[in-house]
């Protein structure tokens, strides 16, 4: 595997249920990032983790609970969502140098959709 | 505030020719990068190119060249010779200090391209 993956690609959920997104990145990064892209709305950070320690919340919905276990597996859990989270959820990571030559990598994405 | 306008929602261009696509960014940061990425229907994010505010050349790969006007506070990305796999949504992004030591990667809302055959 090279670069970022994610799995699920799709994924259909009622409000009730609990899922979780996974998202591996084999490029070495210390940082990974989520991002929510919702239809004609630009990309929203939800959470960032630098050298596994979240920096960054971004008044994210607490349905919505990250876990970075070490710096190559993000996880992002998923209970009682509601239709409008239904969006694409897309992985990144970065080699963190404090500069802005930051290059962010993304995976596929998870497309969600909430029923 | 917005930090990066992408005016063209959508665009066409006949296949082989050239095509412009404009961003104009926001910052009172002097040290920022700018990025360009591609994000085809399957939804991944594939990066193209970065132009750092002090690089004094406009950053090229390939097919793509980033026409940078500090001045004007644009970063128009150029895709010459188009091919029918450059059909995608293209993202502008800036990554400036938000804080004294931190950075942040800021989108626009995209421009649609459909490359006619």
């Known amino acids: 595997e090279t670069g970022v993956t994610q799995t699920p690609r799709h994924l259909v959920m009622g409000m009730t249920n609990k899922k979780s997104l996974k998202c591996e990145q084999h490029?070495?990064?210390?940082?990974m990032y989520w991002y929510k892209q919702s239809a004609k709305k630009p990309l929203e950070l939800m959470f960032v983790y630098s050298l596994e320690e979240r920096v960054e919340n971004n008044s994210v919905p607490s349905r919505f609970s990250p876990e970075c276990p070490n710096s190559s597996h993000l996880f992002l859990h998923l209970h009682t969502l509601q239709p409008e989270d239904s969006a694409l959820y897309l992985c990144?990571?970065?080699?963190?140098?404090?500069?802005?030559?930051?290059?962010?990598?993304f995976g596929p994405g998870t497309r969600l959709t909430v029923l | 505030a917005q930090k990066i306008t992408q005016t063209q929602p959508g665009m066409f261009v006949q296949e082989k020719e050239a095509v412009t696509l404009d961003c104009t960014y926001d910052t009172s940061d002097q040290s920022y990068g700018l990025f360009w990425y591609k994000q085809p229907s399957s939804g991944e994010m594939i990066f193209l190119i970065y132009?750092?505010?002090?690089?004094?050349q406009n950053a090229t790969e390939g097919r793509y060249s980033l026409n940078f006007q500090k001045a004007r506070k644009s970063a128009n990305l150029v895709i010459s010779a188009s091919q029918l796999g450059d059909s995608a949504m293209y993202f502008c992004?800036?990554?400036?200090?938000?804080?004294?030591?931190?950075?942040?990667?800021?989108f626009g809302a995209g421009t649609t391209v459909t490359v006619r055959a």
């Open positions: 992004a800036m990554r400036d200090r938000t804080s004294s030591n931190d950075y942040k990667l800021s």
């Open positions: 990144a990571s970065s080699q963190v140098t404090r500069s802005s030559t930051d290059t962010q990598y």
């Open positions: 490029l070495g990064h210390n940082a």
């Open positions: 132009q750092g505010s002090y690089d004094e």
